[in-house]
Antibody, heavy 121, light 108 residues
């Protein structure tokens, strides 16, 4: 059974750093890209970026380039999303999701449960 | 960047009725690489449709997708109580990938 299990909710102060995780199981981790999606409170979905765990090839949406870093550790089948200096506007639910197998399969077929990040002074 | 505009913002219908949701792209979506997702309150999104018209594994056949180029439609033939949710389209034909703003299907 494919599962993406995300780390728990976080409460941070502006300027702090943070790294959240997405533990994947039930399939060959290095064969599927993993993406991250933001959902701000009461709002829609935003595509942030995606990583190929096999070679760490990473692509970012221009809106998120330079704002976050996506990484992966294939030895433990885990993808990460990190911030070096959080802002209040980073408050949101963050989802990891598995991209379809083929290069042309840019949709997300399995999703994590989400990690709520709250940034407040 | 391709902007996806979904309409209507909210659709108020009764169980058993037909729901028709629209997703319009600001430019043509390459190879009809368009997906639809369902999101219920407090849950992660769920893939319904990919490639504009292919149902994902386990999705009931009351859900169907159609369209090409810039105009796409998600149809729910007969609404079940569990179908009341927010629906998003996403294009993956161009970078950056983008989502529509969502259509809420609510009980009338």
């Amino acid at each position: 059974e494919v599962q993406l299990v995300q780390s728990g909710a976080e409460v941070k102060k502006p300027g702090e750093s943070l790294k959240i995780s997405c533990k994947c199981s039930g399939y060959n981790f290095t064969s599927y890209w993993i993406g991250w999606v933001r959902q701000m409170p009461g709002k829609g979905l935003e595509w942030m970026g995606i990583i190929s765990p096999g070679d760490s090839d990473t692509r970012y949406s221009p809106s998120f380039q330079g704002q976050v870093t996506i990484s992966a550790d294939k030895s433990i089948s885990t993808a990460y999303l990190q911030w070096s200096s959080l802002k209040a506007s980073d408050t949101a639910m963050y989802y990891c999701a598995r991209r379809g197998y083929y290069v042309t399969s840019g949709y997300f077929d399995f999703w994590g449960q989400g990690t709520l990040v709250t940034v407040s002074s | 960047e391709i902007v996806l505009t979904q309409s209507p913002g909210t659709l108020s219908l009764s169980p058993g009725e037909r729901a028709t949701l629209s997703c319009r792209a600001s430019q043509s979506v390459s190879s009809n690489y368009l997906a639809w997702y369902q999101q219920k309150p407090g849950q992660a999104p769920r893939l319904l449709i990919y490639g504009a018209s292919s149902r994902a594994t386990g999705i009931p056949d009351r859900f169907s997708g159609s369209g090409s180029g810039t105009d796409f439609t998600l149809t729910i033939s007969r609404l079940e109580p569990e179908d009341f949710a927010v629906y998003y389209c996403q294009q993956y034909g161009s970078s950056p990938r983008t989502f529509g703003q969502g259509t809420k299907v609510e009980i009338k």
